[in-house]
């Protein structure tokens, strides 16, 4: 475990914070809490792995893992050896589990905690991607995922996370999140709006969250935060589920921005409660049903999470005036599709029914059915899969779809053992001692698809993307 790092917590935070401390909490234990190292985390990928298949993988490794109560693919981990990344390690790179910190858990969880998954999803404050990777876990990478993130230089970061782990089934935009009500009115069942907040709850993971914090600052995020609320209600169809949650602490960015949200529409939204959403929920129930967690309650970031169920339409926003342009795809036809998913089956790649695939120029892309409703409405920055560009002699199958569509049954493929891994993710060709039969092969390590490769005499020529080709020490387990 590292070391504890000294936090910076203004005495105006504190204060504020003393007077919404619940009763049986104390603020020393709430100090103290702040101050230790923050648990490392992980979530198993079920798109990848069952829980229980990814548990009799790591049995021999030096990983003690413990179940987080509100994430059943969740675990807090602890490890002999932490000089070593746990991003380095070869279950990370190939998708298999996703570092995320435990209470950022907590709102997927809130938002599938009705039964039934819903069918488009909108996640409007989207990167890194902890929690579109969740949500398309828990949709079994069926219907349709709106992710989209205000930052240009992390719309990036949310695509390779996405790719990495084999989703198929998001679309990303880049918008600033208040647009969507107006643009896409009453277009999804289930909304996760992770606000842009102050981030007074994750100072045991930034020492230095706080140092530009202020009462004014607060106040204005808030703001901010309501209009953003606002935009997302909209977005929500009748009868649809929004969780609203931050990683702060104070009321209000969280129980005021949704007390304001509930002045506004009255009996058009309501609040379900999440008393019952895990063992222990209790500790951090609020009066009004939502989940104030303080860090020393579950020794976790600090969070805030609200159910809300829109019970029926409300007077819609202005249109958008802006111009979406021309959408530059068209489908493919029924018998042109046929063609190039048998094409593909052949290099054992496959798709259901829910995927489809449209075109553009030489380049071939899998969309998810559920959202092509939105299409031409606003601007997409990715749509689904990029799955091949046209040659003369074929298909050049990308790397993306190979990740995210090759079965672990499928031929042909190509198992490597650890060192051969371990090449392969620095970026190197590799020359096994008896190379594969065919000239195309899908890479794979334990049962995992890695990506897709030549094979040229004895050399398994690699084409990993420059991108995710990792310098230094890999955790492989050799």
């Given at each position: 475990?590292?070391?504890?790092?000294?936090?910076?917590?203004?005495?105006?935070?504190?204060?504020?914070?003393?007077?919404?401390?619940?009763?049986?909490?104390?603020?020393?234990?709430?100090?103290?809490?702040?101050?230790?190292?923050?648990?490392?985390?992980?979530?198993?990928?079920?798109?990848?792995?069952?829980?229980?298949?990814?548990?009799?993988?790591?049995?021999?490794?030096?990983?003690?893992?413990?179940?987080?109560?509100?994430?059943?693919?969740?675990?807090?981990?602890?490890?002999?050896?932490?000089?070593?990344?746990?991003?380095?390690?070869?279950?990370?790179?190939?998708?298999?589990?996703?570092?995320?910190?435990?209470?950022?858990?907590?709102?997927?969880?809130?938002?599938f905690s009705g039964g039934a998954a819903p069918n488009r999803v909108l996640d409007v404050a989207a990167a890194p991607g902890s929690k579109t990777t969740q949500i398309a876990a828990l949709m079994g990478n069926q219907g349709g995922i709106v992710a989209n993130e205000y930052s240009a230089s992390r719309v990036k970061v949310l695509h390779a996370n996405i790719s990495r782990c084999g989703v198929k089934n998001a679309a990303l935009t880049h918008f600033d999140g208040r647009v969507f009500g107006a643009a896409l009115p009453e277009s999804f069942d289930a909304i996760l709006l992770d606000a842009p907040c102050s981030g007074e709850g994750v100072v045991r993971k930034?020492?230095?969250?706080?140092?530009?914090?202020?009462?004014?600052?607060?106040?204005?995020?808030?703001?901010?935060?309501?209009?953003?609320i606002d935009s997302a209600f909209h977005a929500l169809a009748p009868g649809g589920v929004m969780v609203y949650s931050t990683c702060t602490l104070n009321a209000q960015e969280n129980q005021q921005v949704v007390r304001w949200l509930l002045d506004t529409y009255g009996d058009a939204v309501s609040v379900e409660p999440l008393g019952a959403l895990f063992p222990g929920a209790d500790k951090a129930l609020t009066a009004e049903g939502f989940l104030h967690v303080f860090p020393q309650i579950y020794d976790s970031e600090g969070f805030f999470v609200a159910r809300l169920r829109k019970q029926r339409a409300v007077a819609p926003l202005a249109k958008p005036t802006y111009k979406v342009g021309k959408f530059p795809f068209s489908p493919l036809s029924g018998k042109e599709a046929a063609l190039v998913a048998q094409a593909a089956a052949a290099s054992g790649l496959t798709w259901g029914d829910d995927s489809r695939l449209w075109e553009r120029d030489k380049e071939l892309w899998l969309f998810p059915a559920e959202l092509e409703p939105l299409f031409g409405k606003v601007r997409f920055s990715r749509i689904g899969l990029k799955l091949a560009e046209r040659f003369p002699?074929?298909?050049?199958?990308?790397?993306?779809?190979?990740?995210?569509?090759?079965?672990?049954?499928?031929?042909?493929?190509?198992?490597l053992d650890a060192a051969l891994a371990q090449e392969w993710y620095h970026g190197r060709d590799l020359y096994p001692e008896q190379p594969p039969a065919g000239d195309e092969c899908i890479v794979t390590y334990q049962g995992q698809p890695l990506g897709i490769a030549k094979r040229i005499g004895s050399r398994i020529k690699n084409n990993l993307p420059r991108e995710l080709v990792r310098d230094g020490a890999l955790d492989f387990h050799l």
């Amino acid at each position: 475990m590292a070391k504890s790092t000294a936090v910076f917590l203004p005495p105006a935070f504190l204060d504020a914070t003393r007077a919404i401390m619940p009763a049986e909490l104390a603020m020393e234990d709430f100090i103290a809490a702040c101050q230790r190292p923050l648990r490392r985390s992980l979530r198993v990928n079920t798109l990848k792995i069952s829980v229980a298949d990814f548990l009799a993988l790591v049995q021999d490794y030096d990983w003690r893992l413990e179940p987080i109560p509100w994430c059943a693919e969740g675990f807090w981990i602890e490890r002999d050896d932490e000089e070593l990344r746990l991003g380095s390690a070869a279950e990370h790179l190939s998708g298999l589990f996703y570092i995320q910190e435990a209470s950022s858990m907590l709102p997927v969880s809130a938002l599938f905690s009705g039964g039934a998954a819903p069918n488009r999803v909108l996640d409007v404050a989207a990167a890194p991607g902890s929690k579109t990777t969740q949500i398309a876990a828990l949709m079994g990478n069926q219907g349709g995922i709106v992710a989209n993130e205000y930052s240009a230089s992390r719309v990036k970061v949310l695509h390779a996370n996405i790719s990495r782990c084999g989703v198929k089934n998001a679309a990303l935009t880049h918008f600033d999140g208040r647009v969507f009500g107006a643009a896409l009115p009453e277009s999804f069942d289930a909304i996760l709006l992770d606000a842009p907040c102050s981030g007074e709850g994750v100072v045991r993971k930034d020492p230095d969250a706080m140092s530009n914090w202020s009462p004014q600052s607060v106040a204005e995020i808030a703001a901010t935060q309501r209009e953003l609320i606002d935009s997302a209600f909209h977005a929500l169809a009748p009868g649809g589920v929004m969780v609203y949650s931050t990683c702060t602490l104070n009321a209000q960015e969280n129980q005021q921005v949704v007390r304001w949200l509930l002045d506004t529409y009255g009996d058009a939204v309501s609040v379900e409660p999440l008393g019952a959403l895990f063992p222990g929920a209790d500790k951090a129930l609020t009066a009004e049903g939502f989940l104030h967690v303080f860090p020393q309650i579950y020794d976790s970031e600090g969070f805030f999470v609200a159910r809300l169920r829109k019970q029926r339409a409300v007077a819609p926003l202005a249109k958008p005036t802006y111009k979406v342009g021309k959408f530059p795809f068209s489908p493919l036809s029924g018998k042109e599709a046929a063609l190039v998913a048998q094409a593909a089956a052949a290099s054992g790649l496959t798709w259901g029914d829910d995927s489809r695939l449209w075109e553009r120029d030489k380049e071939l892309w899998l969309f998810p059915a559920e959202l092509e409703p939105l299409f031409g409405k606003v601007r997409f920055s990715r749509i689904g899969l990029k799955l091949a560009e046209r040659f003369p002699k074929g298909f050049r199958w990308q790397h993306e779809a190979a990740i995210a569509l090759a079965g672990t049954g499928d031929k042909p493929h190509f198992e490597l053992d650890a060192a051969l891994a371990q090449e392969w993710y620095h970026g190197r060709d590799l020359y096994p001692e008896q190379p594969p039969a065919g000239d195309e092969c899908i890479v794979t390590y334990q049962g995992q698809p890695l990506g897709i490769a030549k094979r040229i005499g004895s050399r398994i020529k690699n084409n990993l993307p420059r991108e995710l080709v990792r310098d230094g020490a890999l955790d492989f387990h050799l």
